[in-house]
């Protein structure tokens, strides 16, 4: 299990994340992890990864690929991204076959946020990055607003109504770090460590 939480303002974007996984050992049987599910890209990029513990392996050859590539745009990566994450599913994908069935404890998501230098109107954007149903490849929507994996509908609409509002970048952190402490409190699927980060055009800040 994982908790993702990402919500772009007027004056950033927000990131927040769990660690929890869980895995299928080689007897078959459910193991509990910790992974890091959030990954900076760039001085302007952040993705998150959720579902498989394969999706952290991702993450990091994503990483390498844009410091290859020398990608600082969350748009260039988007564009390289995308094949790239559905290449890397489908090589986990192919060797886990080899091994057991086919489980929805296999499938990932991402979301891809950050600063894209090319639109001065709308600088900030996310991308959701998900499985799709039938084949092991991936797709992408951009989100408006914000977006939780799984979804809280109603913190989803309490961050949309601050960025509405013209709500200062500090209280969509205030609100994305309540949340995410409470589920950790309160949720079993849910635990520490969490981790929190936001993107400004000045660049990339952990918190």
């Not at 020398?70 to 091994?99: G, Q, S, W």
């Not at 979804?151 to 770090?177: A, F, M, S």
Request: proline share 3%.
């Amino acid at each position: 299990m994982s908790q993702l939480i990402a919500c772009k303002s007027r004056d950033g974007v927000v990131f927040g994340a769990d660690a929890k996984a869980v895995d299928v050992d080689a007897n078959g049987n459910l193991i509990e992890l910790k992974v890091e599910r959030l990954h900076q890209l760039s001085d302007h990029a952040v993705i998150l990864n959720g579902g498989a513990v394969a999706g952290e392996a991702m993450c990091r050859a994503l990483k390498r690929f844009v410091d290859d590539e020398n990608l600082r745009d969350v748009d260039d990566i988007h564009k390289a991204a995308l094949p790239f994450l559905a290449t890397e599913y489908e090589r986990f994908m192919r060797k886990t076959c080899e091994i057991q069935p086919i489980d929805p404890i296999h499938q990932v998501t991402f979301i891809l946020g950050g600063v894209s230098r090319n639109d001065s109107q709308n600088p900030f954007h996310i991308y959701l990055l998900w499985t799709k149903r039938k084949l092991p490849l991936l797709d992408s929507d951009e989100i408006s607003t914000s977006f939780s994996v799984p979804r809280i509908i109603k913190l989803e609409h309490r961050l949309h109504h601050i960025v509405q509002q013209q709500g200062e970048l500090d209280q969509v952190i205030t609100v994305v770090r309540q949340e995410m402490e409470r589920l950790a409190q309160v949720d079993e699927e849910v635990s520490h460590p969490l981790s929190f980060a936001y993107i400004t055009r000045d660049g990339f800040k952990h918190l």
